[in-house]
């Protein structure tokens, strides 16, 4: 997969990521909005080129409040997020370019107010989706918002994951219908943060191909 070119879609106009990137920058605002006063942090998960966060950031009045890092392992996507946040003015938004499974790539940042997890779960096995949204109570302030995307394709994960991030204190906030054609979800924290452990890796990220092959085996065993 060349995680540069999967962008492009983004650009296609009526595209289903074009839709899905509108319901995810709608959710980052708000959460923004909802924000307390202050300093205010935020955490990118597999940020890609920053589309999530970076166009919101630059025309949002609480802009000069937000530290926030996206950390992205392409690195021609990592070149062009820096230079899509130094174009907008953000010089607190820092792109590193890491594993983002890895908890000791948030270490100093966490708990944040916003925790952006993009174009994630739709990679995963479903065993490390629950494991991730595990891992969130340790990344997440109190109050604090996580968005989140997944497709809706059968089996639809979605209600499923709804009932994870319940299981570990967070109250729904919004969700996409199924009927949008992608699957896009904000949850808020209602309880404390715990010690982000060191040194652990929430998820292995298996891309299209061997995912369908993973869950051919699990079905045909």
């Known amino acids: 997969m060349d ?6 879609e983004y650009d296609r106009p009526g595209s289903g990521l074009a839709r899905r990137l509108v319901a995810v ?26 589309r999530d966060l970076v166009p919101v950031l630059a025309e949002h009045p609480r802009r000069d409040d937000v530290r926030a890092r996206l950390v992205e392992l392409d690195p021609a ?6 230079s899509a946040a130094a174009a907008a003015g953000l010089g ?32 995963l096995s479903d065993d490390d989706v629950r494991r991730t949204i595990g891992f969130f109570p340790q990344l997440c302030a109190e109050g604090g918002t996580v968005v989140w995307t997944r497709h809706r394709e059968e089996p639809d994960l979605v209600p499923r994951i709804r009932t994870w991030f319940e299981e570990n204190g ?3 906030e919004w969700v996409s219908p199924p009927q949008a054609g992608y699957g896009v979800g904000a949850h808020r924290f209602t309880g404390r943060p715990r010690p982000l452990a060191a040194g ?3 998820f292995r990220f298996l891309g299209y ?13």
């Not at 995680?3 to 492009?8: I, L, M, S, T």
């Not at 996507?77 to 820096?82: G, T």
């Not at 191909?209 to 065993?221: F, I, K, S, W």
């Open 170 to 172: 967070f109250a729904l």
């Open 92 to 123: 607190q938004v820092e792109v590193v370019k890491g594993d983002a499974s890895l908890t000791d790539e948030y270490a100093d940042l966490a708990p944040a107010d916003l925790v952006l997890a993009c174009g994630i779960f739709g990679n």
């Open 3 to 8: 995680w540069n070119e999967w962008h492009d």
């Open 209 to 221: 191909d061997e995912l369908r092959r993973v869950e051919g085996a699990r079905e045909h065993p």
């Open 77 to 82: 996507n990592c070149d062009l997020a820096r």
């Open 25 to 50: 920058q709608e959710r980052v605002s708000a959460a923004l909005d909802a924000a307390p006063a202050g300093p205010l942090r935020v955490i990118s998960m597999c940020a890609g080129q920053g």
């Open 200 to 202: 652990e890796s929430m």
